[in-house]
């Protein structure tokens, strides 16, 4: 979730540490030991959020390298794609950090609207708005982006491989 | 011609790449590394003092107040700076008082009256954007190749190309009033079908419930204007014809109002909307309102932001003939500007996949724009060209200049196997 959440990089594996160790500071709140998926989603949702904003806080700052694509070799050996991908992820970073997560959440994880307001805290009626507005800009932007399109136009719509 | 990309359509595929992400196999080793390093780090977390929290305290300050500094110490060689006198500060605004001035690095200067709140919103290598809420401000921006310069007054946008000019905007009236000096500027807006390109000593005045009208500065004209007359989508102020209006010191010369523009062309699309259309997706409509317009018309006369949003509207309804006609077009009357660039770039692409001409189109993108955004594509691509025509090593000196200049790029992994093929 991680891995898809913040896209190519090199720190997910030390957002998932950030996971695990909070997990084990406050697995000892946790009454209800059904409830520890429910747990662990919402500690990653956190370190999620946490990261991108550490994330785009290094961006301004120009701390960050090129993005590594190491990751992206194994999932797709298509140079294109990789491009595509780091190109997508760069458009998340331009939306603020709550209206990512939740349109990742619902759209990449598929977590129901329900679910994601409990997890963030927030109400369902402030999560469908937020996944509305992101949608929309990330649709403009992605239709603006000249690569992802061009990436696209090379498939034909509705027959996804 | 039927659009074949919209936003959607992207964003669907790209999902479904993401969702890919993450789903690799780890394999033991990385796993035993994970749980030992994990293990290291709760050992240090326990360990942890409260004086490290206040080291690290200290740390995140000093990179707080640090961080902007740096962040314009590398910004310096590429974008203007600016410098603001006399003026006070609220929830984010410049507020004008006596001799409130914004100084730009390239001379350009921003002058705001008392009262007036306005902010920077962007700042770029080749000008900026204000946002005025309130006020006025006058505005005398230093010509220069490539100028970027844009006032935001409510819905109403000036861009600015070289020039003078004062702009009023009465936020409480949703009223503007620009006063164009010298030079030209081309205004957006409500009220206002397409682009206004206005000439020196007009003024615009545009206000809710009426059409927007140019008049003459001298007339000192503030009123509300009535009495329209015509004009075409792409409107330039000079040459419309004044009409007989009833309107006093403040006769106007032409009204500005879509319904107007609606008279005399009803299917034209306004051209400042071009790009937001292309960004929608609505290819099609951009294609008709060029054709409309007449394409030679608008390869010889439109703006490069016409061309640009034509090119691109080709492109992506795979109209290669229109798009090659367009973006040669745009780097023929545009030489130098960056879009001409990179119109290089996207000439490369519709070109036959591994053809000479292709490989010509990268090789003239990276030439002319060695760090440009597209330069890790373009030198990926022209390397895989070479590759597949020339051989292994014709293509490994472009593999290792790929390596050097982008180690964690796309194409990275196919320079490594060029090279390795090339050591064989």
């Known amino acids: 979730m991680l891995a898809r959440s913040l896209g190519p990089g090199r720190d997910v594996e030390d957002s998932l540490q950030e996971v695990f160790l909070c997990l084990f500071n406050k697995v000892a709140e946790l009454r209800n030991p059904a409830a520890l998926r429910a747990f662990i989603v919402s500690i990653a949702i956190r370190t999620l959020r946490h990261e991108i904003r550490r994330r785009k806080l290094r961006s301004w700052l120009r701390l960050d390298g090129n993005v590594a694509v190491e990751d992206l070799r194994a999932v797709n050996p298509d140079p294109d794609a990789r491009e595509a991908l780091i190109r997508f992820y760069a458009l998340l970073d331009r939306i603020n950090t709550r209206d990512r997560s939740v349109f990742v959440l619902h759209v990449i994880e598929g977590m129901d609207i329900e679910a994601i307001a409990e997890a963030l805290e927030v109400s369902v009626p402030t999560i469908r708005r937020c996944f509305a507005r992101a949608r929309e800009r990330i649709s403009l932007l992605a239709g603006r982006d000249p690569m992802l399109v061009e990436y696209v136009s090379k498939f034909d719509m509705g027959a996804l491989p | ?424």
């Open chain 2, 1 to 424: 011609m039927k659009p074949e990309i919209k936003p959607d359509a992207v964003v669907e595929r790209m999902v479904f790449l993401a969702r890919q992400l993450g789903n690799k196999a780890g394999d033991e080793r990385r796993s035993q590394d994970f749980v030992a390093s994990l293990s290291e780090r709760i050992a240090a977390r326990r360990t942890r003092d409260a004086r490290r929290r206040q080291v690290a305290a200290l740390a995140v300050l000093a990179a707080a107040c640090l961080g902007p500094l740096l962040w314009l110490g590398f910004h310096a060689e590429h974008q203007l700076s600016y410098r603001i006198s006399d003026a006070s500060l609220a929830d984010g605004n410049i507020v004008g008082q006596e001799h409130t001035s914004v100084a730009f690095s390239d001379g350009s200067r921003f002058t705001l009256t008392n009262g007036a709140h306005a902010r920077i919103s962007e700042l770029t290598a080749h000008g900026a954007r204000v946002d005025l809420a309130d006020g006025e401000v006058s505005v005398d921006i230093v010509k220069a190749p490539g100028n970027a310069w844009y006032v935001q007054a409510g819905p109403y946008q000036v861009h600015v190309i070289g020039t003078a000019f004062d702009v009023r905007w009465r936020k409480a009236q949703s009223r503007i009033e620009v006063d164009l000096h010298r030079g030209s500027v081309v205004v957006t807006g409500p009220r206002i079908a397409g682009q206004l390109r206005m000439d020196p000593g007009q003024r615009l005045i545009s206000v809710p419930d009426a059409p927007a009208v140019i008049t003459p500065i001298a007339s000192g004209a503030s009123t509300t204007p009535t009495a329209p007359s015509a004009s075409s989508a792409q409107v330039t102020a000079s040459d419309l014809p004044k009409v007989a209006p009833d309107l006093g010191d403040a006769a106007p010369i032409a009204d500005l109002s879509g319904a107007a523009l609606e008279r005399h062309d009803p299917t034209a699309a306004g051209t400042a909307n071009w790009s937001r259309l292309v960004a929608q997706g609505d290819f099609e409509r951009v294609l008709a309102a060029a054709q409309k317009r007449g394409l030679d018309s608008v390869l010889a006369a439109g703006t490069q932001s016409e061309l640009a949003a034509l090119a691109d509207a080709a492109r992506y309804a795979r109209n290669t003939q229109l798009a090659r006609r367009a973006l040669l077009t745009e780097r023929k009357r545009f030489p130098g500007a960056a879009a001409a660039r990179g119109a290089a770039f996207f000439l490369g692409g519709i070109e036959a996949d591994g053809s000479a001409a292709a490989l010509g189109w990268y090789e003239t993108y990276l030439a002319e724009s060695p760090g440009g955004p597209y330069a890790p594509q373009a030198l990926g691509r022209r390397m895989m060209i070479v590759h597949r025509r020339d051989g292994v090593a014709a293509s490994a000196p472009l593999a290792r200049e790929y390596l050097k200049r982008f180690a964690q790029g796309p194409y990275a992994s196919a320079a490594h196997k060029i090279l390795e093929r090339s050591s064989e």
